[in-house]
């Protein structure tokens, strides 16, 4: 089955520095990735699509500016929190779809961001 | 009112036991159907995939859709303590919706030996 993968799987960093994480399909191309977040005991909810040489479409009360999406290619997307600050600490996911667009999303299996 | 209602649980159930899990949706407009499990720190892994109204076996898994009263489920049979974890329900409506999926808060599943 369609393989995503994320990088890394939980990092700690102070506040003010910025995180990348990185989320690859490792056999299928994706033109479209997803970005969520959860807290928790919640659910997934959606900050951002990733459009392969595009701009990132961004949900509402998701600050854009923080949240820096790059989708360079079929196979990788990357999220940057940018000056993190302890209140970003969470888990954050990727997901991608292989096929067409209502074929299912594959999930990566998350990084946790711990921000001290 | 949110988009796509589950009960949170915890369920807790024997070894062997039959679960149903269910979410209940307010928009008529979704059209496609997914269960997702999730465990304790892991990403979300695709159980069952279904399109419109109808049921889907797989395994110990069946998945039913019922349209008319906006309402899903899974069922899991002869249930085993590795079937433990969250378990998600998620959909979308229209295909040109640029893939966007609505998830349910997710029911937590502890399956006892």
């Known amino acids: 089955g369609a393989v995503v993968s994320q990088h890394p799987s939980w990092v700690i960093c102070k506040s003010g520095t910025s995180v990348k994480i990185e989320c690859r399909s490792l056999?299928?191309?994706?033109?479209?990735m997803f970005w969520y977040r959860q807290f928790p005991k919640q659910s997934l909810m959606l900050m951002a699509t990733?459009?392969?040489?595009?701009?990132?479409?961004?949900e509402q009360g998701v600050e854009k500016d923080k949240f820096l999406i790059n989708h360079a290619s079929l196979t990788l997307s990357t999220l940057t929190v940018t000056s993190a600050h302890p209140e970003d600490s969470s888990f954050y996911i990727c997901?991608?779809?292989?096929?067409?667009?209502?074929?299912?999303?594959?999930f990566g299996n998350g990084t946790r961001l711990t921000v001290t | 009112q949110k988009e796509v209602e589950q009960d949170p649980g915890p369920l807790s159930v024997p070894e062997g036991a039959i679960v149903s899990l269910n979410c209940t949706y307010s928009?008529?407009?979704?059209?496609?159907f997914m269960w997702y499990r999730q465990y304790s720190r892991k990403g979300p892994e695709l159980l069952m995939y279904?399109?419109?109204?109808g049921n889907k076996e797989d395994g110990r898994f069946t998945a039913q859709v019922d349209k008319s009263s906006k309402y899903i489920s899974l069922f899991i049979r002869d249930s085993q303590p590795s079937d433990s974890a969250t378990y998600l329900c998620?959909?979308?409506?229209?295909?040109?919706?640029?893939?966007?999926?609505?998830f349910g808060q997710g029911t937590e599943l502890s399956v006892k030996p």
């Open positions: 997901s991608a779809r292989g096929g067409l667009y209502n074929s299912p999303l594959h």
């Open positions: 056999d299928f191309q994706a033109t479209t």
């Open positions: 990733s459009n392969e040489g595009s701009k990132a479409t961004y």
């Open positions: 928009n008529s407009a979704f059209q496609y």
């Open positions: 279904t399109y419109s109204s």
């Open positions: 998620a959909m979308s409506p229209f295909e040109n919706q640029g893939g966007k999926l609505i």
